[in-house]
């Protein structure tokens, strides 16, 4: 409401003199006539005067449409924006000089909720360029309930008692009644709900959201292949959990992360990024479990560290960190490529929290003996105990594969579940998942 008449401003100080004028000169004689301050008749007329050229002088700050009023933003985020709070400060003048002047609070307060009330309905109605907005009648609301308070206190203070009377809880109640019925029925029957603000709001967050998102993919892949990499393409993915997959490539490698976790996923250095090197394999894995640390503290703390060679003893190294919980292999998991020179060459992270498990009461003998009979025969070998979604619930599962033949080439794989013995079917853990 205010940021658009400032923007007019070069046409607000004169349509302000003009209202003023017009307001002020009846408002002294009548004054005069009846015995009351002139000063404050005067110092009242301005005020509204103010409100009403703020309110109703035309703009471009509507939305083009006649006949609707925005919802506006909960009662407890409205008073974030600094519009609300300008719309707040504007009704507390009018309404505590209308207590002093009328030294009526009740009525003054009805007259306060009639007028922002009204002035919103004529937003809507009559096409001004100004937007009706529920906000704004929260805020001048409570600035006009503001202001009736300091006015009572003002008069309290002056006179040493409450100004309250019968004449005013009777004319106030009716004025507040009858005004209220005929502004709800006149928004009711004339003035369509929309979200306006709401959607705006949204907008806005999202577009910060996407840059916050582009800058700290920048800042990591500035981090991760050097300063001054630059990203020649990126993209983003939401995933079914309301979470964001981000993509980058560059040059040297692409990088996949999660958002709002600020966690990477995946990361790939492209050969011959790597660079010579002799390192041992302490070294190798030094190196690597420093970046882990770095990339994901929290992840690796309290994790089981494995490492093995992709191509010879001075090739690369692949280093696993699996985390146990009871017995039982959690779904975070770390996967890191280390070249001999202590480079990190790529990465696959699912850092999934540690979900709450029931305790396994299903044994591996058990579990082999279960899976044999649901393959229908073949050659039972445990393989891990995991955590594992089965239908949207975390549950400890072995894992079992079949084999039938003196290879032991895996024929199948078999998952029973370790509290009920029952076989399953464990459903995908996407990126980001989380303890449910």
């Not at 004028?21 to 005067?42: E, N, Q, R, T």
């Not at 009018?94 to 207590?99: D, G, K, P």
Request: with cysteine; hydrophobic share 45%.
């Amino acid at each position: 409401m205010i940021e658009a008449s400032i923007g007019a401003l070069p046409g607000l100080i004169p349509a302000f003199l003009i209202i003023a004028m017009v307001l002020g000169v009846p408002s002294a004689i009548g004054a005069k006539a009846k015995g009351k301050s002139v000063g404050l008749a005067l110092l009242l007329a301005a005020a509204l005067a103010g409100v009403l050229t703020v309110t109703l002088m035309p703009g471009d700050g509507g939305s083009g449409r006649v006949g609707i009023c925005d919802v506006g933003l909960p009662l407890q985020g409205f008073l974030a924006s600094e519009s609300a709070r300008l719309n707040v400060l504007l009704f507390i003048p009018v309404s505590c000089l209308a207590v002093l002047f009328f030294q009526r609070p009740i009525l003054a307060l009805s007259g306060t909720l009639i007028l922002t009330c009204g002035v919103e309905l004529l937003q809507s109605w009559a096409g001004l360029g100004r937007a009706c907005s529920y906000d704004d009648i929260k805020a001048n609301a409570l600035g006009g309930l503001l202001g009736v308070l300091l006015g009572t206190v003002i008069l309290w203070a002056w006179k040493r008692r409450l100004p309250f009377t019968r004449a005013d809880l009777l004319w106030g109640a009716c004025t507040g009644v009858v005004g209220g019925l005929l502004i709800t029925g006149s928004f009711a029957f004339t003035v369509e709900p929309v979200r306006l603000e709401a959607k705006s709001q949204q907008r806005r967050e999202n577009m910060q959201d996407m840059l916050a998102q582009d800058a700290w993919l920048q800042q990591t892949v500035n981090e991760l292949y050097g300063k001054g990499t630059k990203i020649t393409q990126s993209a983003s993915e939401k995933l079914t959990n309301g979470h964001w997959r981000l993509k980058a490539e560059t040059a040297q490698g692409n990088v996949i992360a999660l958002w709002p976790e600020r966690k990477l996923a995946r990361f790939a250095l492209k050969e011959g990024g790597s660079g010579n090197g002799t390192l041992s394999e302490a070294e190798i894995q030094k190196a690597g479990d420093g970046f882990a640390k770095k990339w994901f503290s929290k992840e690796v703390a309290g994790a089981k560290i494995t490492h093995r060679a992709t191509d010879g003893s001075r090739g690369p190294r692949i280093l696993t960190y699996r985390r146990y919980v009871n017995g039982v292999m959690m779904p975070m998991r770390l996967d890191l490529t280390v070249s001999a020179s202590g480079r990190v060459m790529g990465l696959a992270a699912r850092t999934t929290q540690d979900p709450t498990l029931p305790k396994a009461t299903v044994t591996k003998s058990m579990a082999k003996d279960r899976a044999v009979r649901a393959a229908s025969g073949g050659t039972a070998i445990p393989v891990k105990l995991l955590a594992q979604r089965v239908n949207h619930a975390w549950r400890p599962v072995w894992m079992v594969s079949i084999v039938r033949d003196q290879k032991q080439t895996v024929e199948s794989t078999v998952f029973i579940d370790a509290v009920t013995a029952a076989e399953v079917s464990p459903e995908p853990i996407e990126e980001g998942d989380v303890q449910s």
